[in-house]
């Protein structure tokens, strides 16, 4: 997966990638990744190898089972992704059994987050035909709700990465050209958001309403009356 291809939604939007699960599919990847489990492991002595090794079988095995979007079934929250089902090779490949249980909760739990942030981007999409200051206000309230949102994922070394790319998609699904998408979300961004540090919510509605105000000529006007049942809505889910 290339820098590009992971910025891109549609590689990753569940609408465009069916998921048929079932009790017989998780049978039959459990055995699959099975196979790939050495008996005898390196451990620390071996810079562990095997562990290594075996990882980048299994996401051979996932990735060409089912495609693009699982692309993140690994992606820790050690290193900046949402998921804590699998750490490393080196803290996640044991036996056969334990390996293909935390493989496949790993995998599942990708693709629920997949499939809750294309809810999130569907409730924080400003209506079509919107007029430039109203889009300006759902633009920086989507902001600050998905930055929080990648920040509740756990995420820690690397978060900034995440909530970029997070961010990229929501405009990309919005209609935006990808490449203007993340120039945009780069210039809103512009470093201030720092591995392993929360930002603090008056940092993270900054760079909203820049966002906002960047890609509309308007500032946002979060507190307006007129949308307080919306913020409601929102601050509540």
């Not at 790993?106 to 294309?118: D, G, N, P, Q, V």
């Not at 889009?135 to 995440?162: F, I, M, N």
């Not at 008056?202 to 049942?229: C, F, K, M, N």
């Amino acid at each position: 997966m290339t820098y590009e291809g992971i910025r891109n939604w549609d590689e990753f939007d569940p609408a465009r990638h069916p998921f048929p699960w079932d009790e017989d599919e998780e049978t039959r990847l459990r055995e699959l990744i099975r196979e790939w489990v050495p008996p005898v492991l390196s451990g620390m002595a071996g810079w562990w190898q095997a562990e290594h090794w075996c990882e980048r079988q299994v996401d051979a095995v996932i990735r060409e089972r089912y495609g693009s979007w699982a692309w993140g079934w690994n992606w820790c929250y050690r290193h900046g992704g949402p998921v804590g089902s699998w750490v490393s090779g080196p803290s996640s490949v044991t036996t056969p059994d334990e390996t293909a249980t935390r493989a496949v909760a790993a995998l599942l739990e990708w693709r629920e987050w997949l499939e809750r942030l294309a809810q999130r981007f569907t409730e924080l999409a400003p209506p079509p035909h919107t007029c430039p200051e109203d889009r300006s206000w759902y633009l920086e309230r989507a902001c600050v709700r998905l930055v929080t949102h990648v920040l509740d994922s756990g995420a820690e070394a690397g978060w900034q990465g995440l909530a970029s790319v997070v961010l990229t998609w929501f405009l990309t699904a919005t209609g935006m050209g990808r490449a203007e998408a993340g120039q945009a979300v780069e210039r809103a961004i512009g470093g201030r958001f720092k591995s392993w540090v929360n930002p603090g919510r008056t940092l993270i509605e900054s760079v909203g309403e820049d966002l906002a105000a960047d890609l509309t000529g308007h500032i946002p006007y979060p507190d307006h009356r007129q949308w307080a049942d919306l913020e409601e809505l929102h601050d509540h889910h």
